[in-house]
T-cell receptor, first 114, second 114 residues
Framework: AQSVAQPEDQVNVAEGNPLTVKCTYS??????LFWYVQYPNRGLQFLLK??????LVKGSYGFEAEFNKSQTSFHLKKPSALVSDSALYFC????????????FGGGTRLMVKP | AAGVIQSPRHLIKEKRETATLKCYPI?????VYWYQQGPGQDPQFLIS???????DKGSIPDRFSAQQFSDYHSELNMSSLELGDSALYFC?????????????FGSGTRLTVV
């Protein structure tokens, strides 16, 4: 069965500093990986995805993520954090061997302080 | 651009009542997914439909049922509501080839059971 782990419940960074939100996954087939952001009382907004090809994926709002097959990781990164990046971030995976639905990680709350 | 429309946005029901949540996918999207996000939880997959047929089934209680209609909109029917059903219910839509085109989430319906 597919699963996603986000080991950090919360990540605190200062504005202007780089940020990393960690994600590891487990699938039986090929992983299709996604990052979503959720603001309070709002829906899930798509940030980026990895399907195949270049391991470094660039997405919305200056975010990027690196797919690492050997470490089964897909960490989300941004070179310079903004206060407005403060939100809940979800990593999700679709297993090529297991249906068409996404499985989400537990979420990581990102707090960017001025 | 049109997004995934969910109605109602908010719903308050009493225990043992029934509720119906509606989801209108993006035009030409043929697959609909339902997720439940409890307070402080990650979204949990409930059920999905492709071309009006049930596609995948997740942790959907027997008290819940869903269907997709000829115009591709979907309804989630919830009976004998319990306090624990209070959650944010998301609908997402995609083309069958969701890996390439991705998933688009609605803003959710917040159900409160009192």
């Amino acid at each position: 069965a597919q699963s996603v782990a986000q080991p950090e419940d919360q990540v605190n960074v200062a504005e202007g500093n780089p940020l990393t939100v960690k994600c590891t996954y487990s699938v039986s087939g090929n992983p299709y990986l996604f990052w979503y952001v959720q603001y309070p009382n709002r829906g899930l907004q798509f940030l980026l995805k990895y399907i195949t090809g270049d391991n470094l994926v660039k997405g919305s709002y200056g975010f990027e993520a690196e797919f690492n097959k050997s470490q089964t990781s897909f960490h989300l990164k941004k070179p310079s954090a903004l206060v407005s990046d403060s939100a809940l971030y979800f990593c999700a995976v679709r297993d090529s061997n297991a249906g068409n639905m996404l499985t989400f990680g537990g979420g990581t709350r990102l707090m960017v302080k001025p | 651009a049109a997004g995934v429309i969910q109605s109602p946005r908010h719903l308050i029901k009493e225990k043992r009542e029934t509720a119906t949540l509606k989801c209108y996918p993006i035009p030409r999207h043929d697959t609909v997914y339902w997720y439940q996000q409890g307070p402080g939880q990650d979204p949990q997959f409930l059920i999905s439909f492709y071309e009006k047929m049930q596609s995948d089934k997740g942790s959907i209680p027997d008290r819940f049922s869903a269907q997709q209609f000829s115009d591709y909109h979907s309804e989630l029917n919830m009976s004998s509501l319990e306090l624990g059903d209070s959650a944010l219910y998301f609908c997402a839509s995609s083309n069958r080839d969701s890996v390439i085109y991705g998933y688009t989430f609605g803003s959710g319906t917040r159900l409160t059971v009192v």
